[in-house]
């Protein structure tokens, strides 16, 4: 799932900052001095930052799968 481009909530815009949020927290920094720092101050904008998922990574592994069983038929 991408980040959305603005806040549900607030209309912030917030999404040039997930891929800064998300390669400081994968670092081993503490995600609230993250957004602390990012200046994510209003509690509903963090939440769409600690509530959001990357699922691509999930749905890609399926997508692939299917695509080598497509690959591995004989017709």
């Known amino acids: 799932m991408i980040i959305p481009v603005r806040c549900f909530t607030c209309g912030k815009l ?3 900052k997930w891929e800064e949020f998300a390669r400081r927290v994968r670092a081993g920094e503490d995600a609230g001095w993250v957004l602390d720092s990012l200046g994510i101050k ?5 939440r769409m930052f600690l509530s ?3 699922i691509i990574d999930e749905v890609l592994k399926f997508f692939e799968e299917a695509y080598r069983r497509r690959a591995a038929r004989p017709y």
Do not use: P
Not at 42 to 46: F, P
């Open 14 to 16: 917030i999404a040039d």
């Open 42 to 46: 209003r509690y509903c904008c963090r």
């Open 52 to 54: 959001h998922v990357e």
